[in-house]
């Protein structure tokens, strides 16, 4: 109805007016294994309430199809060339390439720069798409997976490629590698605000770094846990963590009675 109206006054003036709402759901073929939008939602306003903003730019590894990317760029109003898209597996890289305007790097990401073999799940055998990773998996049918030689680039070098200065969101979702990819930024991880990962409490991947090593490297290096969740199978959880001096922290001043922002 709004629409209408405003384009029988657009037209009344001799404009045209397209109104175009930014779709819910990617396109078909594009949804990947799953999209939590109540995960992403409460994800962006813990940033807002702990940072005051919302984020200029954002880095997913392990972007699957990026379709937690693509809804954030929806939410947040991010340009397209804004959004960074890592994801090896070849085909998937693909769709994302010829869907999105994002910028998409089909390589892996770790703590070295080079060649690694990559453990691909086949797309035609399984409807969970963001299982692959470059370690295996020691539970999972390995015939659901071929391996292939794909690129693999530490994300300080990953910085200087794209001539970034910063990163206000960056997600991690890589199947066992989260302690791997984070080592990878180097010092350069003081350029990074706020970081989403998803870790595991047990080895479910060959050789993994587990949660608490994970955790200990994030805590080490300034950042600051703002949201826990454990996943309902016990293994592996999400969490939030923002570099601790951007943090607002309230603490309340007894002199004067009231509640007082912090950096």
């Given at each position: 109805?709004?629409?209408?109206?405003?384009?029988?006054?657009?037209?009344?003036?001799?404009?045209?007016?397209?109104?175009e709402k930014i779709p819910k759901y990617p396109a078909v073929g594009m949804e990947g294994s799953k999209i939590d939008f109540k995960y992403l939602d409460h994800v962006s306003d813990?940033?807002?309430?702990?940072?005051?903003?919302?984020?200029?730019?954002?880095?997913?590894v392990g972007?699957?199809?990026?379709?937690?990317?693509?809804?954030?760029?929806?939410?947040?109003?991010?340009?397209?060339?804004?959004?960074?898209?890592?994801?090896?597996h070849p085909e998937i890289a693909e769709q994302i390439s010829s869907q999105y305007e994002f910028v998409v790097i089909p390589k892996a990401v770790s703590n070295v720069n080079g060649q690694m073999q990559f453990s691909a799940v086949d797309l035609g055998t399984t409807s969970n798409t963001g299982i692959s990773s470059l370690?295996?998996?020691?539970?999972?049918?390995?015939?659901?997976?071929?391996?292939?030689?794909?690129?693999?680039?530490?994300?300080?070098?990953?910085?200087?490629?794209?001539?970034?200065k910063f990163i206000?969101?960056?997600?991690?979702?890589?199947?066992?590698?989260?302690?791997e990819v984070?080592?990878?930024?180097?010092?350069?991880?003081?350029?990074?605000?706020c970081i989403q990962i998803e870790s595991e409490y047990i080895r479910v991947w060959e050789g993994q770094k587990v949660q608490h090593e994970v955790y200990s490297l994030?805590?080490?290096?300034?950042?600051?846990l703002v949201d826990h969740m454990l996943q309902m199978d016990?293994?592996?959880?999400?969490?939030?963590?923002i570099r601790q001096e951007l943090v607002l922290h309230r603490v309340f001043d007894i002199t004067n009675q009231k509640w007082v922002d912090k950096p």
């Open positions: 109805m709004l629409n209408s109206i405003v384009q029988w006054i657009a037209r009344f003036f001799g404009f045209v007016v397209v109104l813990l940033i807002e309430q702990f940072t005051g903003r919302t984020p200029r730019n954002l880095v997913e972007a699957n199809y990026a379709q937690d990317a693509f809804y954030l760029s929806g939410k947040w109003s991010l340009c397209p060339k804004s959004i960074y898209a890592i994801e090896p370690l295996q998996h020691t539970l999972n049918d390995p015939s659901q997976n071929r391996h292939v030689i794909v690129q693999v680039t530490r994300l300080d070098a990953f910085f200087k490629e794209f001539n970034l206000d969101f960056l997600k991690i979702d890589v199947e066992g590698m989260t302690y984070l080592d990878g930024l180097g010092a350069l991880i003081s350029d990074v605000a994030l805590e080490d290096r300034g950042f600051q016990g293994v592996q959880a999400d969490s939030l963590w």
